[in-house]
């Protein structure tokens, strides 16, 4: 099969709309996941045991299931139990929700190392819990984390074509729509370029963040 220039010239425009509901996917979806795994993370060190158990439990029964799994069942399965989102929603919700148990981990790993001279300052001063956490300890921690959170950010953006199979009209979505009518070659090369693009671009972001933000 040979390259059909016309028909790449004619894919811009669909791949390029389809990408911008990539990218809302992936923004939207990684803030949740950032807020969801700060609440994982916060909970897992609760000192009610039940708490921390089951919180314990949900995170690894997630991160333990594979994410186009979560997807089909938020979409098709949980419609019937009387929850329902729309596709678009569907999709920003399943990448959130499982990669806010990969952040979760993260956020951990930079809150145990936050030195045990902050937490006992904190508590000989009688800070409110509130102040211990937002004023005291998650700035530090997330200072030493900032180069593994912008890592997550570009997987959850590589991951994001799976939501295809919940009909959002992202870029992969429309590259297999195209493909269907003229072949797959022109549209998943194309797609596969803008992808590559768009995750260099941001390790370069990442970078940038990780120096001026991040502590070694």
């Avoid at 098709?76 to 929603?89: C, D, E, K, M, V």
Wanted: glycine content about 6%; charged content about 10%; proline content about 5%.
């Amino acid at each position: 099969m040979s390259w059909n220039w016309t028909f790449a010239g004619d894919l811009i425009s669909p791949l390029l709309q389809g990408l911008r509901y990539t990218m809302a996917a992936t923004v939207l979806g990684y803030v949740l996941a950032l807020a969801l795994g700060l609440v994982w993370a916060i909970l897992r060190r609760s000192s009610n045991i039940v708490v921390r158990q089951t919180v314990r439990w949900i995170v690894e029964f997630i991160r333990s299931t594979p994410l186009l799994v979560q997807l089909v069942f938020f979409f098709y399965a949980l419609p019937q139990t009387g929850i329902q989102f729309s596709a678009f929603w569907t999709g920003v919700i399943g990448l959130g929700v499982h990669y806010s148990t990969y952040i979760s981990e993260v956020y951990r790993a930079g809150i145990e190392n936050v030195p045990r001279g902050q937490w006992e300052a904190c508590t000989a001063l009688n800070l409110p819990r509130s102040r211990v956490w937002f004023g005291v300890v998650l700035p530090q921690a997330i200072r030493q984390v900032i180069p593994t959170l912008g890592n997550y950010l570009i997987a959850l953006f590589k991951d994001s074509p799976l939501l295809l199979v919940i009909t959002v009209p992202e870029m992969m979505y429309v590259a297999y729509t195209e493909g269907g009518k003229s072949g797959f070659l022109e549209p998943f090369t194309i797609a596969a370029i803008i992808f590559v693009i768009v995750s260099v671009l941001s390790s370069v972001l990442t970078r940038r963040l990780e120096a001026r933000y991040a502590t070694v």
